[in-house]
């Protein structure tokens, strides 16, 4: 287990108690999280939301909403993924309905369906996703400009990093604290878009990161032990930063695993309940070793803060099974003809799960043993229980384990434990509430008059009950504040209890108490039926209006010459592009140190020369900013957070955006014309034919679309290179092995794909074949698309030059499209694909939008 945070850091803003937030897969895990204190669930419905398989439907909705809102808790419902043009009406009625609904939030992260949301309905708070690649205060900003309140931050950021943000924006912050890790920064991967056709920025991710890889070091394979899994990160826990993050005035800690089932729900939620309750009261952090095992044991491939408390790329992915794992029982010393010889560093009953951990390097189907525990024995005996450090043999059902595939030191883990369902049972399966909200109560009693109660929850809110007759004078015993607090304090099963009390009596006066019962409950249903009401919003559809608002797309000029964009990231490709002579190159190198002469001979060469931001700024890295633009050369933007802070800088060059701005749709790409670019290039997400649909609503001038070029399929923190190639921690002393040596990870197929390291230190996976766009050319000709960039990455200058005349050839029709692709496939070693830019037959299924 981890130990405790890291050295304080100083406030940064306001100190707030945070908001505890679940996540929610179904109706189990609703009440999981509301039953064990949850101050917000956050679920998807139907379309539109990144986790396809679980949620409710439309029609659950409102009544689930009220539910909610009778508890004390907020629903926030996640939009987020990105959104074609052919579904923005379908997502015009949705975002109407949910906010009709009566949702407290919606989590998005196309910035252009944001700016539609707060049109639709200006009441309706926006909450920008982490898969808007927050990094940074200036990444919060541009989520700001588009509606958002609240934003997500990265899952790579530290606690210092998280206060540098805190303090130079005011825009809430929300962070993850518990639950599964990605590999790629959330938004930026395409591992499932290239490899299936199925988007991670659509709800459709395959979990490519999840599987073995081998490790190509300057072309040669390189032993990993038992690490073959080196992009499966651990699982995220912050349980000991949750004091910190409260003195940093963060609004709201998010758990993650809305594919999990409720015990997992009812476990965390519970534990960082009380730890925030405890921080907020200024308490020491009272975790027991019981419930940190419970929350191992619940689910974990390895629990620790990683990227919270510092970057150390030894430890963020230790790469021995990319599955739960639980809690570590002990080491297999021996097999027996019926069982397993293991040494116990835990109590294990029968009935626990357990499974013999190979590391699968050794088993390569991945094939692991296991099963459900069917007794113990030492000499000879059965017993009941084992003490820790003891011997035992542990025998299952027949056929569970094939002993002949356990060896000596294989770690044992138990996987399931049936006692923990036990412990979480009263919260997963609750009748009555068990985490109720408080409320102050007022009774008013004037003989004479009716009795009133006044019941006022904990965000204001009041009802008054009152009786039907005047109170009358006490003949024995009269009404005192000690008699009422008994009766009125009965709040049981109605999801509250009473904080307070005050009373104003006026003479003696007498109620039975079957009277003092009803009053009580008539005060509590009207309070929870006026928790429960959906608010008054403003709803109205915007669409088309917004889609007339925009920029008229301009009638391309009559056969312009099409342009070619080179992208280089090494000097010896930049020779033979120099030579090539391209209508600009831009520059994608690893060390900023070389950028300003290379800028200088191609621009002394006469060609347009731009340079590449890094895809994600951390905010030590904004400043970045000021060493680009010295350059005096063109900028690709691929960072949010740096398009934001270009706005208002004086003398700016030629501003593009690329791919990573994820630009899905005419409503995103208009908005980011709008802060400045000239031309933005479309997402990877997006096939040809939507390619195409896309030029014809915002104007083929404006896109620059890539028609050579390998899918970026992972983008990541964690550095490859320093992990596998050095006994350094991070790029202070890991003695920088990305610029001596060349890397490729090796799939299961047999295809390698190049890492290259940024000035970051941030890696990229490169889909090894090259994607080409030969098939689709000519149809992008034909709807006046001119700007078509070329992007390498390991590619020799040979290669590279020969590309670059291939290409130009075919866009001069000298060259046929399949005699192009036919060359590009001789020419890469691994062959092409044509990836993203597949256009599947079900695509014709929803009509195009019309230009308007």
């Known amino acids: 287990m981890p130990s405790a945070a890291q050295p304080s850091i100083l406030p940064a803003r306001p100190r707030v108690k945070p908001e505890v937030m679940s996540p929610v897969g179904g109706p189990r895990q609703l009440r999981a999280a509301v039953e064990a204190g949850a101050d917000a669930v956050f679920f998807g419905v139907e379309g539109f939301h990144a986790r396809a398989k679980v949620g409710f439907s439309n029609e659950e909705l409102p009544e689930i909403m009220r ?63 982490t898969q808007m690649s927050i990094t940074s205060a200036e990444g919060a900003e541009l989520a700001r400009r588009f509606g958002a309140s609240r934003v997500v931050l990265g899952r790579e950021l530290s606690l210092r990093d998280i206060g540098r943000i805190a303090a130079a924006t005011d825009i809430e912050l929300e962070t993850f604290v518990h639950g599964a890790l990605c590999v790629s920064y959330s938004g930026q991967c395409f591992s499932s878009e290239a490899w299936g056709g199925r988007s991670a920025n659509r709800g459709q991710c395959a979990q490519a990161c999840r599987l073995p890889y081998d490790l190509l070091v300057d072309g040669q394979r390189r032993e990993l032990g038992d690490a073959r899994y080196l992009l499966s990160p651990g699982d995220l826990y912050a349980l000991h930063q949750v004091p910190e993050l409260v003195n940093l005035g963060v609004n709201c800690l998010k758990i993650e695993g809305r594919y999990k089932d409720a015990e997992f729900v009812a476990l965390t939620t519970a534990a960082y309940r009380k730890a925030v309750d405890e921080a907020w009261a200024g308490l020491p952090l009272s975790v027991s070793a019981q419930e940190e095992r419970d929350l191992e044991q619940a689910y974990s491939r390895g629990l620790a803060p990683h990227f919270l408390s510092g970057t150390n790329h030894q430890t963020v992915v230790r790469g021995r099974a990319p599955r739960h794992r639980g809690v570590r029982v002990g080491t297999v010393r021996g097999t027996t003809e019926r069982g397993v010889l293991v040494e116990l560093a835990e109590e294990v009953k029968p009935g626990d799960g357990l499974v013999f951990d190979p590391a699968n390097w ?133 999801g509250h209890h009473l904080a307070a009390l005050t009373v104003d009596l006026g003479g003696p006066g007498f109620l039975p108490v079957s009277a003092l019962n009803a009053l009580r409950r008539d005060a509590a249903e009207r309070l929870t039926a006026r928790r429960g009401q959906a608010p008054e919003r403003r709803v109205a559809p915007r669409l088309d209006d917004v889609l007339r608002e925009g920029t008229t797309p301009q009638p391309a000029a009559h056969d312009p010459q099409p342009r070619l964009h080179v992208l280089v990231r090494t000097p010896e490709q930049l020779d033979a592009a120099l030579a090539q002579r391209p209508d600009s190159i831009t520059l994608d190198y690893l060390e900023l140190y070389g950028l300003k002469p290379s800028v200088e001979r191609v621009r002394a060469a006469g060609i347009e020369v731009r340079v590449a931001s890094p895809r994600i700024l951390k905010p030590t890295e904004q400043n970045l900013q000021k060493f680009l633009l010295s350059l005096g050369a063109g900028l690709l933007v691929r960072s949010g957070g740096l398009l934001e802070g270009l706005q208002g800088a004086p003398d700016l060059p030629a501003l593009t955006g690329d791919f ?51 899918l970026p399929v992972f983008h990541t923190e964690h550095c490859v290179f320093c992990r596998f190639l050095s006994q350094g921690t991070d790029y202070t002393n890991c003695g920088h092995p990305c610029e001596s040596h060349r890397v490729a990870l090796r799939d299961e197929r047999g295809r390698a ?5 940024d000035v970051g230190c941030r890696n990229t996976v490169f889909e090894g074949r090259p994607q080409v766009a030969g098939a689709h050319l000519e149809g992008w000709l034909a709807a006046g698309l001119r700007d078509f960039r070329l992007e390498f990455v390991h590619e020799t200058p040979g290669q590279v030059a020969e590309v670059i005349r291939l290409h130009r050839a075919a866009l001069a029709g000298e060259v046929g499209a399949a005699e192009l692709e036919g060359h590009l496939a001789a020419l890469a070693e691994q062959g092409t694909t044509q990836g993203s830019l597949f256009v599947p037959q079900e695509f014709e299924r929803l009509p195009a939008l019309p230009v308007l």
């Open 67 to 129: 539910g909610l809102h009778e508890r004390g808790v907020q629903g926030f419902v996640t939009f987020n993924i990105l959104v074609f043009d052919r579904e923005l009406r379908e997502a015009e009625r949705q975002l109407m309905h949910l906010a009709q609904s009566g949702v407290d939030a919606i989590i998005v992260q196309d910035h252009g369906v944001a700016r539609l949301a707060r049109e639709i309905c200006p009441d309706l708070p926006i909450h920008g996703s």
């Open 753 to 757: 794909h190049p890492v290259m390291a």
């Open 660 to 710: 990573s701005l994820n630009a899905a749709n005419v409503l995103t790409t208009r908005a980011l014309l709008d802060l400045g670019l000239g031309r933005v290039t479309p997402t990877h997400d997006l096939n040809a034919r939507q390619i195409t649909e896309l030029a014809s609503l915002v104007g083929p001038e404006r896109l620059e679309v890539i028609a050579y070029g390998h």
């Open 362 to 494: 050794r088993t390569p189907e991945g094939r692991e043993e296991g099963g459900f525990l069917y007794g113990l024995w030492q000499g000879g005996r059965q017993v009941e229980t084992v003490r820790p450090g003891e011997l035992a043999e542990l025998r299952f059902g027949r056929g569970a384990v094939d002993p002949a595939r356990v060896r000596p030191g294989d770690p044992v883990w138990r996987t399931h434990d049936p006692a923990l369902g036990a412990r979480v049972r009263p919260l997963v399966e609750a009748s009555d509430p068990v985490h109720t909200r408080p409320v102050t109560a007022h009774f008013r009693g004037h003989v004479g008059e009716v009795p009133a109660l006044t019941l006022t929850d904990e965000q204001g809110r009041s009802v008054t009950a009152t009786l039907p007759d005047p109170l009358a004078p006490a003949r024995n015993r009269a009404l005192d504040e000690a008699g009422l607090r008994e009766q009125l304090g009965k709040l049981g099963g109605t």
